[in-house]
């Protein structure tokens, strides 16, 4: 019986280290996204750089210090044990079943993607053309999907984690892909307050491999700033998009000059 309540201590200690990491890695994040370094954070709760870096190292963190920390990046202890929750939940894709009923209701697929980014119901109404009737008639095929549950209140529950993605070759992405891709590209990015860059330069295996690792990390951590942000209200949110490709490309597409063996250049 001894035994066996040891055991139990030990498991319970271990779920409690878990999630005690979960949180301080969260807070990592919250840390990066706000631009804060651990001199800034200590700097604000009356404390040397040294000794933040040993309760973070440590994992060291009283509940009081939790709050303490919370305050200083403007979130409380639910919101990060919400976000910390949601960042433990691993990556999946919709089934084919899903993505095709998406796929094929645009208006759907709007609305599922307003929940995927926690607009409440009466924020979808007040922001966008769509009536009351109509959003909570598509919330319940967004239910029959298995894709959220609907709770009193015309709250929502996502049933999937928020860091699903789309299927490379799944029915949304050959329905509405190319569109969405070609709207995108269309606009004027410096007017709307952004970039766009193209740059074409040669590499070495290793060095593309290299690249292409740190894109797949940009992308991660815009994702995760999404995350991070999603407990923000909806006005003090914009939709922003990132489009990030690579691949290896040939400089006959706009100098007109083929390689020896190839056959006639590709045109600009």
């Known amino acids: 019986m001894a035994r ?3 055991q139990s201590e030990t498991g319970m200690e271990r779920a409690s280290s878990g999630h005690t990491s979960l949180l301080i890695d969260t807070l ?4 990066r996204a706000k631009s804060m370094t651990y001199k800034d954070l200590g700097k604000a709760l009356g404390k040397s750089e040294a000794s933040i870096k040993r309760l973070f190292a440590k994992e060291a963190l009283t509940l009081k210090r939790l709050e303490d920390i919370c305050a200083c990046l403007d979130v409380d202890l639910f919101e990060l044990a919400n976000v910390a929750r949601s960042q433990s939940a691993q990556s999946l894709e919709l089934t084919v079943e899903q993505e095709a009923a998406l ?6 697929l709007g609305v599922f993607y307003l929940v995927l980014n926690d607009w409440t119901l009466p924020d979808m109404i007040r922001h966008y053309e769509i009536e009351k009737a109509e959003a909570i008639a598509m919330l319940a095929k967004l239910e029959r999907l298995d894709i959220i549950r609907l709770l009193p209140g015309d709250r929502v529950r996502l049933l999937i984690p928020r860091t699903m ?3 490379n070759d799944g029915p949304i992405r050959r329905e ?8 995108f590209v269309s606009g004027d990015f410096v007017a709307a307050g952004g970039m766009f860059r193209m740059e074409l330069r040669e590499l070495s295996e290793p060095s593309y491999a290299l690249m292409f690792r740190k894109l797949e990390r940009l992308c991660q951590e815009f994702n995760e700033m999404a ?3 999603s407990y923000l ?3 003090k949110r914009k939709t922003v998009g990132m489009s990030v490709g690579t691949k290896p490309w040939s400089m006959t ?3 007109g000059i083929k390689v020896r063996g190839e056959g006639v250049p590709v045109k600009g």
Not at 28 to 31: E, I, Q, T
Not at 103 to 108: F, Q, T, W
Not at 176 to 183: A, L, Q, S
């Open 253 to 255: 597409a706009i100098s």
């Open 227 to 229: 995350e991070l942000d």
């Open 28 to 31: 990592k994040k919250l840390l």
């Open 103 to 108: 796929a094929a209701d645009v208006r759907l």
């Open 4 to 6: 066996k309540s040891a």
């Open 233 to 235: 209200p909806s006005e």
């Open 165 to 167: 993605r789309l299927r």
């Open 176 to 183: 509405h892909g190319n569109r969405v891709i070609g709207e």
